[in-house]
């Protein structure tokens, strides 16, 4: 779980840097010259495949793990108590599953319409191949406001699995210390509130932009 | 004080259980255990069944006593057992809730009392200590840095009273386990068969039903002896040694 949690965590970051060329104002030529060269460098593509393997690694696990805790606790206690621990590492299977939820969805309009769909080509002077024009279908998706609202449903339940996971993947790999645990901690605070806010702003600014 | 005590009850290990509501007078000086000995003798005189619930020292060290007060394994006082827990934390007109231990390795036997043997067979796992036979060494033999000797110490106040299991929304037994398996493996008379030892009783462990850790941190809270997660992450490693090492 933790292995395959810091990896997914560290292609965060990654994606977001990507990302974030939406906000470019130039019609889409940085992004999709990055996304044409993401799909067809044999490294990223190997990458991307890892990347899939452990998403579905880390899922399956997560799942597994979370059934056989739920067995091995049995009964609840009909009085519940929130003071002994944080309400996100009570539910990490629950946000886990709105996490992945929100992956289908985003990876079936972005992803499966750009490798499967017709999206429209596109052409830019400086860059001898044709790309796909998936700049355009974002900002088409990012007109409707319901679309917005599931990427910040899905980005509030990422930032709460981060905040607990991050950490918890340290100290699930033996990596505890006097010193370093509260510098762990509140790096993985920061870094769950970078990358949530982070491609937060991605539609909220193209919605805002298109009223 | 008047309370108003909801208190699991049931009558064997195989019985169907629910909580019933009682009213009790206690005193604010009285520990939880004493209210809970006035609500029985009530319950003697009127010929009804006493509730079952276990106890022993009744000081904090032996690690029988075993409720969980409103949802929290041995009631709202931090770093207490239940029978160090006085009632003068609770308000006049109280409801409480009293459950037993929840956790698929610690099956209910009756009311309050939960099987806690499962604790047993872990520590057994972990099998023996190497020392040499003969006289008794000399103290100081082994020089021991100050800090280690404390934290060896620390891990080993653990009393085994289970109340980490009961906290952990897996019923994993993680804090219990790696408290014993630290408060040796810090120690370098405890050092040669540290990983073995980590291995067999984390296998142990396993094998009689608790969960997984899940790092909540719940179980560092509600310990009345207070030991630390920094053990869960000391198991981790010699876990991992024992897997990984080459002296396997």
Redesign the interface.
């Known amino acids: 779980m933790s292995l395959t949690g810091l990896f997914l965590i560290s292609f965060l970051f990654v994606h977001l840097i990507g990302n974030l060329q939406l906000l470019a104002n130039d019609g889409g030529e940085s992004f999709n010259t990055y996304a044409y060269f993401m799909t067809q460098n044999p490294l990223i593509k190997t990458i991307s495949y890892g990347l899939y393997f452990f998403i579905v690694l880390h899922a399956i696990q997560g799942l597994m793990?979370a059934a056989?805790?739920?067995?091995?606790?049995?009964?609840?206690?009909?009085?519940?108590?929130k003071?002994?621990?944080?309400w996100s590492?009570?539910n990490?299977a629950m946000l886990g599953i709105l996490v992945l939820a929100f992956l289908c969805i985003h990876m079936g309009d972005f992803w499966f319409k750009m490798k499967f769909g017709s999206l429209p080509m596109k052409s830019y002077a400086g860059f001898d191949a044709e790309v796909t024009d998936l700049f355009g279908r974002v900002m088409i998706a990012f007109q409707e406001w319901y679309i917005v609202l599931i990427y910040l449903i899905g980005l509030l339940a990422l930032y709460f699995h981060l905040s607990?996971g991050f950490?918890?993947a340290f100290?699930?790999?033996?990596?505890?210390h006097?010193k370093y645990t509260p510098i762990i901690k509140g790096v993985g605070t920061l870094y769950s509130l970078v990358v949530s806010i982070g491609f937060a702003i991605i539609p909220l600014y193209i919605y805002i932009n298109s009223l | 004080m008047k309370l108003t005590l909801?208190i699991w009850r049931q009558k064997g290990a195989d019985k169907k259980g629910q909580?019933e509501s009682y009213n009790v007078e206690a005193s604010e000086h009285m520990s939880f255990l004493e209210m809970m000995d006035v609500l029985n003798e009530e319950l003697i005189s009127k010929k009804e069944e006493p509730v079952a619930f276990e106890h022993d020292c009744r000081e904090g060290i032996c690690g029988t006593c075993n409720l969980?007060i409103?949802?929290?394994p041995h009631g709202?006082q931090q770093g207490t057992t239940t029978c160090q827990l006085h009632m003068r934390h609770f308000k006049d007109g109280d409801t409480i809730?009293v459950?037993p231990w929840?956790?698929?390795?610690f099956p209910v036997i009756k009311d309050l009392v939960v099987d806690r043997s499962s604790f047993d067979r872990i520590i057994q796992a972990g099998g023996y200590v190497s020392v040499n036979t003969g006289q008794a060494p000399d103290g100081n033999a082994i020089p021991i840095e100050k800090d280690t000797a404390l934290s060896a110490f620390d891990a080993a106040a653990c009393i085994g009273c289970g109340a980490c299991v009961a906290?952990?929304?897996?019923?994993?037994a993680m804090l219990f386990t790696s408290a014993k398996v630290a408060h040796l493996g810090k120690l370098p008379q405890g050092q040669v068969e540290h990983a073995a030892r980590s291995k067999s009783m984390v296998d142990q462990m396993d094998t009689e039903?608790?969960?997984?850790?899940?790092?909540?941190?719940?179980c560092e809270?509600?310990c009345p002896k207070e030991i630390s997660?920094?053990n869960?992450?000391?198991?981790?490693?010699s876990y991992?040694s024992s897997i990984f090492g080459s002296n396997k």
């Open positions: 793990i056989t805790n739920r067995s091995a606790k049995g009964y609840k206690y009909s009085k519940k108590t003071e002994n621990a944080s590492s009570k990490m607990h950490q918890s100290q699930t790999l033996g990596l505890n006097k | 909801k909580l969980v409103n949802g929290r709202p809730t459950e929840r956790a698929k390795a906290a952990c929304p897996n019923g994993s039903g608790f969960g997984n850790c899940s790092n909540t941190g719940a809270v509600e997660i920094n869960i992450a000391m198991l981790n490693r991992l």
